[in-house]
T-cell receptor, first 115, second 115 residues
């Protein structure tokens, strides 16, 4: 069964607007971590934000925030005030703590920011 | 902080030859390093996990004799693609994680083209 699901293959947003990228996950573990990475066309994977399953508050990092809804098993990324440089692929990933350090990635969402 | 380098960034080789890719953590000690493969427009697929000083753990379906991984120090891991064939052409990307850390930091990736 797919453990990380990103249902939006592509998203468009106008510059300066906010955008939400969806991510749902499936795990029977009580302890896990959720990550978002950005991959520009150059290929490198840039770490954006992390949310632990026991963290009570939603994680925030600058313009990035993670809308963590544990009961719904969702970990959506919110980008505020989009910039042209935000155009990239965005991957949601999960680490199950009972397992190794492995990350399981979703299929990604391509975000395009237009002027 | 948390910078990971990868070398080379691009390599073209003839079928049947071997190619070595280096992954270095520049400003932290990486107790665990990971090697991923990414096909165009697809997500990252974990190939193997390596801990410093021990044998790598390969994912199901990954040939350990073809993809040799060495993690001889806390800052360096190498992936050698032996007897490369055109179907091995792909984007290979490594990541590194420090002891007790949650986040994997990725290198910039290596594009391999086997002719």
């Amino acid at each position: 069964a797919q453990k990380i699901t990103q249902t939006q293959p592509g998203m468009f947003v106008q510059e300066k607007e906010a955008v939400t990228l969806d991510c749902t996950y499936d795990t029977s573990d009580q302890s896990y971590g959720l990550f978002w990475y950005k991959q520009p066309s150059s290929g490198e994977m840039i770490f954006l934000i992390y949310q632990g399953s026991y963290d009570e508050q939603n994680a925030t990092e600058g313009r990035y925030s993670l809308n963590f809804q544990k009961a719904r098993k969702s970990a959506n990324l919110v980008i505020s005030a989009s910039q042209l440089g935000d155009s990239a692929m965005y991957f949601c990933a999960m680490r199950e703590f009972y397992n190794t350090d492995k990350l399981i990635f979703g299929t990604g969402t391509r975000l395009q920011v237009f002027p | 902080g948390a910078v990971v380098s990868q070398h080379p960034s691009r390599v073209i080789c003839k079928s049947g030859t071997s190619v070595k890719i280096e992954c270095r953590s520049l400003d932290f000690q990486a107790t665990t390093m990971f090697w991923y493969r990414q096909f165009p427009k697809q997500s990252l697929m974990l190939m193997a996990t390596s801990n410093e000083g021990s044998k790598a753990t390969y994912e199901q379906g990954v040939e350990k004799d073809k993809f040799l991984i060495n993690h001889a120090s806390l800052t360096l891991s190498t992936l050698t693609v032996t007897s490369a064939h055109p179907e091995d052409s792909s984007f290979y990307i490594c990541s590194a994680k420090g002891l007790g850390e949650e986040t994997q930091y990725f290198g910039p990736g290596t594009r391999l083209l086997v002719l």
